[in-house]
């Protein structure tokens, strides 16, 4: 069974930094993309970043480029979100999320398996 458990959420003023992270068990992680998606209160969920299962390559969402970094470490199965000059409206409950052979889609219906999700706030 896939597990996903997310640490690293927590407040942070305006332009602070955080690092999420990742722990996933149960599955072949290196074959699996990673990503993360948010969720803001009354917001729908979206995309935030993942990071191909093969290839180096990364994806984001256009509010992020230039501010979060996305990172996998394969022998130790997790994933990282390097969030830098946050901003309030990056506040959200952040969720791991991890589809096999997956191409790095911002779907949320692409993602086989779900973390449950911690906090980030923001402050101004």
């Known amino acids: 069974q896939v597990q996903l458990v997310e640490s690293g959420g927590g407040l942070v003023q305006a332009g602070g930094s955080l690092r999420l992270s990742c722990a996933a068990s149960g599955l072949t992680f290196e074959t699996y993309t990673m990503g993360w998606f948010r969720q803001a209160p009354g917001e729908e969920r979206e995309f935030v970043a993942a990071?191909?299962?093969?290839?180096?390559?990364?994806y984001f969402t256009d509010s992020v480029k230039g501010r979060f970094t996305i990172s996998r470490d394969n022998a130790k199965k997790m994933v990282f979100l390097e969030m830098n000059s946050l901003k309030p409206e990056d506040t959200a409950v952040y969720y791991c999320?991890?589809?096999?052979w997956g191409s790095g889609t911002s779907d949320s219906y692409q993602y086989d398996a779900w973390g449950q999700g911690t906090q980030v706030t923001v402050s101004s």
């Open positions: 999320v991890a589809e096999q």
């Open positions: 990071v191909h299962w093969r290839t180096p390559r990364t």
